[in-house]
């Protein structure tokens, strides 16, 4: 049997830009995708803790060090520059496997979206 599981989680960062007129997806700083071990193209969860909304995207690379979290397309209206979300990357794994699974979570600093 397989099931979904967390796989990487960027707990508590600050939304830095939202661009509505962009064709879609979530930008996030490279340095916080490789640190979750999140791959551009990945499918991910956005939560935010600001409004309760809860969505699915898929990651776009931003500049690596810039602490980029920008919400692109409709996702833009879910956000306001400011708030802070919880971005999560799911993965499918054998149940037997999944009992001992880690997931990567990353607590970043929420004001700068730089790695501690």
């Known amino acids: 049997m397989m099931i979904h599981v967390v796989k990487s989680k960027l707990h508590n960062v600050r939304v830095t830009e939202a661009d509505l007129n962009y064709v879609g997806s979530i930008t996030i700083d490279e340095d ?3 640190a979750a071990n999140i791959l ?35 996702a833009a ?12 990357a799911y993965a499918m794994i054998d149940y037997e496997e999944a009992k001992t699974f880690k997931p990567r979570v990353v607590f970043p600093d929420t004001a700068s979206n730089k790695l501690i």
Not at 54 to 70: L, M, N, P, Q
Not at 77 to 88: H, L, N, Q, S, T
Request: hydrophobic residues 35%; aromatic residues 4%; charged residues 25%.
């Open 77 to 88: 209206r879910k956000v306001c520059v400011g708030d802070v979300v919880i971005i999560i």
């Open 32 to 34: 916080l995708m490789d």
């Open 40 to 74: 551009e193209n990945e499918k991910v969860q956005v939560v935010n803790n600001n409004n309760g909304e809860r969505f699915e995207t898929y990651v776009i690379k931003g500049r690596r060090g810039s602490g980029t979290i920008c919400l692109n397309g409709a």
